[in-house]
């Protein structure tokens, strides 16, 4: 009987808490591309990436010089002047190599950096909707994840206190 009647409230709970809950979902990848600052973003990324070639074709062009260089003086150098004159190049390519290498690396980090505050405008928005229409969770659909939970079903914090876990609050 005790078992019947606590699968009663279990069901009658498990009711309640699905009327309480309303979801939606969220495209901001959609948003993004819609949104009129992303031209001055895109304008942004590109001058960087113009200004990692510029470095690159500085780095490049030093390269070759110090190789036309050694090549049309080498019968002058001595064995160590020839050997040192080799090691400054041969670092010159690693340099280069290294340079060419994270430059991809460089450039997602400052489209992120570039595209930061539009997600933030986008997060601001999607939260005062949320709030204002009573959703207590939003998926995004491009990526499958949760993008907005209403902070009162959010357990981190009780956890982080049951745990003995000090809970430092972010500044503003």
Same mark, same amino acid.
């Given at each position: 009987m005790k078992?019947?009647?606590?699968?009663?409230? #279990?069901?009658?709970?498990?009711?309640? $808490?699905?009327? !309480?809950? @309303? =979801?939606?979902?969220?495209?901001?990848?959609? *948003?993004?591309?819609?949104?009129?600052?992303?031209?001055?973003? !895109?304008?942004?990324? @590109?001058?960087?990436?113009?200004?990692?070639?510029?470095?690159?074709? $500085?780095? #490049?062009?030093?390269?070759?010089?110090? #190789?036309?260089?050694?090549?049309?003086?080498?019968?002058?150098?001595?064995?160590?002047?020839? +050997?040192?004159?080799?090691?400054?190049?041969?670092?010159?390519?690693?340099?280069?190599?290294?340079?060419?290498?994270?430059?991809s690396?460089? $450039?997602?980090?400052? !489209?992120?950096?570039?595209?930061?505050? &539009?997600?933030?405008?986008?997060? @601001?928005?999607?939260?005062?909707?949320?709030?204002?229409?009573?959703?207590? !969770? $939003?998926? =995004?659909?491009? =990526?499958?994840? &949760?993008?907005?939970?209403? %902070?009162?079903?959010?357990? =981190?914090?009780? *956890?982080?206190? +049951?745990?003995?876990?000090? *809970?430092?609050? %972010?500044? +503003?």
């Amino acid at each position: 009987m005790k078992k019947v009647i606590l699968s009663i409230l #279990v069901l009658i709970a498990s009711f309640q $808490v699905n009327a !309480q809950s @309303k =979801t939606g979902t969220i495209d901001t990848e959609f *948003i993004l591309s819609k949104m009129p600052e992303l031209s001055k973003v !895109q304008e942004d990324l @590109k001058a960087y990436n113009t200004k990692l070639e510029a470095e690159l074709k $500085v780095k #490049v062009d030093g390269y070759q010089a110090k #190789v036309k260089e050694y090549q049309e003086k080498v019968a002058s150098f001595t064995e160590p002047v020839k +050997k040192t004159k080799q090691e400054e190049i041969i670092a010159l390519e690693n340099d280069i190599a290294k340079f060419r290498q994270n430059g991809s690396q460089l $450039v997602q980090i400052e !489209q992120n950096k570039l595209l930061q505050p &539009l997600y933030q405008k986008i997060g @601001k928005a999607l939260e005062e909707t949320a709030k204002a229409e009573g959703y207590t !969770q $939003v998926f =995004t659909i491009t =990526t499958s994840g &949760l993008a907005y939970i209403d %902070p009162k079903f959010d357990l =981190t914090k009780t *956890i982080m206190t +049951k745990l003995g876990i000090k *809970i430092e609050e %972010p500044k +503003k």
